[in-house]
């Protein structure tokens, strides 16, 4: 089964910096686009941003210029680096892969990691 773990949450001061990670495991073939979303107390869920396997990245217009999506491919790893925090920024980051294909006969879809705090407060 797939699983997807956060880590790299935490407090921070308003114009800080943290760095999330999210790593994939399960028996992992390949991971089309990753995901990062983020969900503030009392709010609908939002999406953050998505990379490719092949590189290539979107943003909301929230956090373009400030957050920067990566990922290592062969440890199935995405990261959220995320710069010039806003209190807005508060929420619980979960990563999201729509599709992941492993050694079973069939992909699965939509795995979800428990997500992670970030908290952004002077």
């Known amino acids: 089964q797939v699983q997807l773990v956060e880590s790299g949450g935490g407090l921070v001061q308003p114009g800080g910096s943290l760095r999330l990670s999210c790593a994939a495991s399960?028996?992992?073939?390949?991971?089309?686009?990753m995901a990062w979303y983020r969900q503030a107390p009392g709010k609908q869920r939002e999406w953050v941003a998505a990379i490719t396997s092949g590189g290539s990245t979107n943003y909301a217009d929230s956090v373009k210029g400030r957050f920067t999506i990566s990922r290592d491919n062969t440890k199935h790893t995405v990261y959220l680096q995320m710069n010039s925090l806003k209190s807005e920024d508060t929420a619980v980051y979960c990563c999201?892969?729509?599709?992941?294909?492993?050694?079973?006969?069939?992909?699965?879809?939509?795995?979800w990691g428990q997500g992670t705090q970030v908290t952004v407060s002077s």
């Open positions: 399960g028996g992992i073939r390949s991971i089309p686009t």
């Open positions: 999201n892969a729509p599709e992941v294909h492993t050694t079973r006969l069939k992909p699965d879809y939509d795995i």
